[in-house]
């Protein structure tokens, strides 16, 4: 096991350092290449690059997630204004930011490739971190009292009850939120590595830049190569990695009762056998004391228990005062800003063309519950039909469903379906999953004894469903809903779009509105866009989707 272990490590190590020299390859916005090859003999190549890019997102993803969600949970006041940040920067869509960052890295690395790939891996960020985030943040405020008891009784530091009760608590939603934000980002690759902004084109090496450039020639045979090859990074990236992450997630489940079906990974039982893991992590052992003496002037990991209500109440004041003060400046110097190009009208317009976009999204949403909520209890409340199942519902969960655009665009052009109602389609097939993989999750975790109970007590049909089905998987649901509504605003930027060849269809909607401004680098348009998409969707979330929550919470816990 060691030798296959230290072969494999090699390997990696030789990989990334051949391909570091390319990362800082010379650059210049006139003369970049604005499509690249479609010799599928450069596939393999483009792979490594758009894996590489993949990762080095996910790594910056949890970093983000440890600091932000942390600071969320802890700071009181801090949490005010990081929660709706949050929910304003999960509604921007990726077109949304690369329209704004791309310049900014292009010039931070002036002529090297490096400031566009930092922009594309950026972009491939803003597609995981805010569910990751959100995930972080609800198991930290939803920690075991008694826990963090324990914790202030051994008076623990900061930095420790970060490592030692924090991250172990958290890993589990964290890495299976992980392995979904990773897969919707798949989704992203596209128009991550062929950058359509302000008037330019730039391609980076990458199977997303090849499947742009083969759709851009309307070469359906090289779509296919690129869907092939997506399929088997999708599968590859399962098996190596997020398989074995989530069988080892296990070892920090607390519940007493035992999964009935536990994930398992070839992969990780090498691991486990191998030696090489342990003699890698000697140092970082012999490193931890330095940490723990180093991180103790941060204090100890305790709130005060006692603070003056005045006090209190005026940092409160204080601080709510200056976040208005903040609010109000951007908001006014937003509002002039659009006033003095494109007038405030304009906001009328996108309020209108956002409101089709909304009309898509609740008719994919209430089409996916009716389809996969059934389908989602049956595979998670069967065992056997779950070992199989889950991993196949992972894989096209990840698969970047806007690689068949092409396919449907040729097939809605042949039968004459308009893209207005088209869209729906295509929207469908990259938010859907969702919903069906945390109704699994959701089916899955119902007790056994409820389960018994229920069979004993000869209740079926309606009834079943009612009072114990739906109640159960009902927090699950909600979660997949939110997650698949937020995907399907973001999915609507490349599905209320489509080209296949010389075909260009467009439908009317707020997707279209901004990739066609983000395309012209129209900056008010792309602004108002963004704040009329973002409205929808924070009002959205805080008038039907929290109140979801609130009833999961209070009345179909288990």
Known sequence: ????????????????????????????????PSSVSTDPSQLPYYAVRSLVRMFAALVVSVLFTFVYATAAARLRRAEKVLLPVLDILQSVPVLGFLSVTVTAFIHLFPGSELGLECASIFAIFTAMAWN??????????????????????????KWQRFWRLDVPSGVIPLVWNGMMS???????????ESISVLNHQYALPGVGSYAAAAI??????????????????VIGVNALFWRPVTAWSERFRVEEAQAAERPRSVVLDILRRSSVPGVLGRPLKRLWPTLDRVTRPFGLAEHPIGVSPVRERTGDVFFAGAVSVLVVYGAWKAFAYVHSTVGLGE?????ALGAATFGRVVVLTVAATLVWVPVGVWIG???????????VVQVLASFPANLLFPFA????????????????????LGAQWYILFNVIAGASAIPSDLREAMTMFRVGGRLRWRRFVLPAIFPSYVTGGITAAGGAWNASIVAEVVSYGN????????????????????????????????????????????????IAETRYAL
């Not at 030798?3 to 490590?9: F, H, K, R």
């Not at 985030?133 to 930290?140: E, N, V």
């Not at 990773?182 to 991550?192: C, K, P, Q, T």
Request: net charge positive.
């Open 347 to 351: 906001f009328g317009h996108a309020l």
């Open 1 to 32: 096991m060691d030798v296959v272990v230290a072969g494999a490590l090699v390997a990696l190590l030789y990989g990334l350092l051949r391909l570091a020299p390319s990362l800082n390859a010379p650059f210049l916005p006139s003369t970049a």
């Open 132 to 157: 990751m985030t959100f995930a972080f943040y609800y198991s930290l405020i939803s920690q075991p009292r008694e826990l963090d008891e324990a914790a202030r009784v051994l008076r623990l530091t």
């Open 381 to 391: 409340m069967n065992p056997k039909v779950t070992r199989f199942a889950q991993p």
């Open 409 to 428: 665009t040729a097939a809605f052009v042949a039968l004459g379906i308009s893209l207005n109602a088209g869209a729906v389609l295509l929207m469908a």
């Open 216 to 233: 851009a020639q309307g070469d359906l045979g090289k779509v296919g190569i690129a869907v092939a090859v997506m399929v088997v990074l």
């Open 503 to 550: 075909h260009h269809l467009t439908a009317t909607g707020l997707g279209a509105y901004i990739t066609q401004a983000t395309a012209t680098g129209d900056f008010p348009k792309i602004l108002v866009g963004i704040s009329v998409m973002s409205l929808y969707v924070v009002a959205a979330n805080r008038l039907f989707w929290r109140r979801m929550y609130r």
């Open 182 to 192: 990773f897969g919707g980002a798949w989704f992203f690759l596209a128009a991550s």
